[in-house]
């Protein structure tokens, strides 16, 4: 099953209500997906020369003794189980110090813009939990998961990231993610946890990373992702989806001036102001839709 859902902000004056409008959008896909959740929210960019990182502790995690080992210029702010580490060293290189140091932990995503959240739980609990309703920014991209291939931990949770400011969604199923594995673990690449969708993410971040545009890297996918799908992904200034050549997985897009949101099922989309006179349609077959912030 699994639900999407997808909200960018048009109009800069309403991006405080990003949380407000997505909250009900995640809980309507509650039936889809009752066992874990996560939010990608994309804000307003750290200075440059600075990361921040999405960190997931397990219960009872001392997060004095991370701060204890900050240095000049690093901060950390911490929500529920959740930390967001901002800092001015390279990503890859906190990395490896956070695992070195504190090997429980999960660095969920790195870049400038993105903040992660995921969790086991319903969304209401995990919408709650890390106060969804409250947050602010450009859009966000979200899901609930029901668990079919893997197990249910915060780590198989969506969305997934790989590189900086990029996440991926999935609703659908692939039959060949330990393929692409095997291609892209002697390339360095690792992994996390053993759900398909990561195979995936991994899979188009890496093609980015080496040259394609992530519309040639979706079209290359046509071809190498085995299954069926619908992608939701989230970028530092936007939002795209597509669907498989068969299409069997659902999902609806809305737009107005003010708003684009996207979900599997009407129901998520129903309160958004404005939504009686949204242009509505469903994404086409192997087309690749994409929406940009405006700045």
């Known amino acids: 099953m699994c639900g999407i859902v997808g909200l960018m902000i048009r109009n800069p004056a309403l991006r405080g209500r990003l949380g407000e409008w997505a909250q009900p959008m995640l809980v309507g896909m509650t039936e889809r997906g009752p066992d874990s959740a996560g939010i990608a929210v994309f804000t307003e960019p750290v200075a440059d020369g600075l990361r921040k990182l999405s960190v997931n502790a397990p219960a009872g995690f001392d997060w004095g003794a991370l701060r204890a080992t900050l240095g000049d210029g690093e901060s950390l702010e911490v929500r529920a189980n959740h930390g967001m580490l901002v800092t001015p060293r390279d990503p890859a290189a906190m990395r490896a110090a956070l695992k070195a140091a504190f090997p429980q932990l999960l660095v969920l995503s790195a870049g400038r813009a993105i903040d992660l959240y995921k969790d086991v739980g319903t969304p209401l609990q995990i919408a709650e939990k890390y106060g969804l309703s409250g947050f602010s920014g450009t859009h966000l991209v979200a899901h609930t998961r029901m668990a079919t291939e893997s197990a249910v931990t915060p780590e198989n949770a969506h969305p997934y990231t790989a590189g900086e400011d990029w996440c991926l969604v999935h609703n659908g199923s692939l039959s060949n993610p330990y393929s692409l594995r095997r291609k892209l673990e002697p390339l360095g690449i ?98 690749i839709y994409a929406w940009r912030a405006a700045a």
Do not use: N
């Open 190 to 287: 690792a992994f996390d946890g053993d759900c398909d969708t990561e195979a995936a993410c991994r899979w188009l971040e890496w093609r980015m990373r080496e040259g394609d545009s992530l519309e040639t890297a979706l079209q290359k996918g046509f071809d190498e992702l085995d299954g069926f799908y619908t992608f939701l992904m989230g970028t530092h200034d936007a939002l795209a989806i597509v669907r498989d050549g068969f299409a069997c997985k659902p999902a609806l897009v809305a737009e107005t001036e003010d708003w684009v949101a996207i979900a599997s099922e009407y129901r998520s989309l129903a309160h958004l102001p404005g939504v009686a006179k949204a242009k509505l349609y469903e994404p086409q077959p192997e087309r």
